[in-house]
């Protein structure tokens, strides 16, 4: 994950929880990289005379306060994409076959509801996401979505009316798969390499048509989160290496991008992007 931090007003509390971290630069916290949180080039060298006054800290809910509760990641490893095959089905995964300690963020739909903070949620926080969207949805509302793809978000395939795939035909699974492809390439300028099946309901004929439609990985996924809370599909109940965390565009977005981040936290990972590991 290229990160370029941009400018940001960081609370004094914050600065000054910074400034004791740069004080011990031996340590391995220094290293330590906030997806959210990066001092300005001026907040690094305060005079001597700053009044130390903080300023309050973000009212619960607002934008400012979810940056402020993004936890801080270990550095992300360099990528290692995962090997694909180059002949024969694609693959069908439910995590990836990585042992780098990353996992990923993927959001649904995107008709049914479009949080207003969260493009810059996103752009701030520098969360690495996957959009796997219906064709019609990502038509009607290309601005919200090209705002997330500015800050690094990544457009993918959904199908065009969400309807279950399994057990189609070929024609119709093709029209369905290859028809949103078109559509979001046209509107976002880059052919989606995933698919994602509706419900994750697919048969060979799902990875034949995928294939053919220029997929190189249908993906399901390891976890889903809903309404701030992570569930889990293992009894272990922590993310994995290589899981892909599953949310929807709904109207508890932010909550679930949040919780996300803090599962994969707790788990000693960090957020990385899909399409830097299948390439
Ligand atoms: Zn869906």
């Known amino acids: 994950m290229s990160v370029t931090p941009t400018r940001r007003i ?19 916290a220094f290293h330590a990289r906030q997806i959210a949180a990066q001092p300005s080039p001026s907040a690094a060298s305060p005079t001597p005379s700053a009044s130390p006054s903080p300023t309050a800290p973000p009212a619960r809910g607002t934008l400012d306060w ?35 300690k ?11 509801a479009r949080p207003p903070a969260v493009p810059d949620f996103i752009a701030r926080a520098h969360i690495p996401v996957t959009m796997f969207l219906n064709s019609p949805a990502a038509e009607e509302h290309d ?20 309807n279950s795939l399994a057990g189609r035909s070929y024609d119709y699974q093709k029209q369905e798969i290859c028809g949103a492809a078109d559509k979001l390439q046209a509107l976002f300028g880059q052919r989606a390499t995933l698919f994602r099946p509706p419900f994750g309901e697919r048969d060979s004929t799902t990875l034949k048509a995928a294939r053919d439609c220029g997929a190189k990985a249908v993906l399901h996924w390891s976890e889903t989160v809903h309404e701030g809370k992570v569930r889990y599909q293992t009894p272990e109940k922590v ?18 991008l949040l919780a996300a981040l803090k599962a994969i936290h707790r788990a000693g990972l960090t957020p990385a992007l899909l399409e830097d590991y299948i390439r």
């Open 239 to 256: 993310v994995q290496p290589g899981d892909v965390l599953l949310m929807h565009f709904r109207p508890a977005l932010m909550d679930d």
């Open 66 to 100: 979810y940056v402020s509760q993004v936890p801080v990641f270990p550095a992300a490893p360099l990528p290692e994409p995962v090997p694909l095959p180059t002949t024969g089905p694609i693959p069908f995964w439910h995590r990836l076959p990585t042992t780098q």
């Open 102 to 112: 990353v996992a990923f963020i993927t959001i649904d739909d995107g008709g049914l």
């Open 143 to 162: 601005v919200y979505f090209r705002q997330i793809q500015v800050a690094g978000g990544v457009v993918e395939n959904h199908t065009i009316r969400h």
């Open 10 to 28: 960081i609370s004094a509390t914050t600065l000054l929880a910074l400034l004791a971290l740069s004080a011990c630069a031996a340590g391995p």
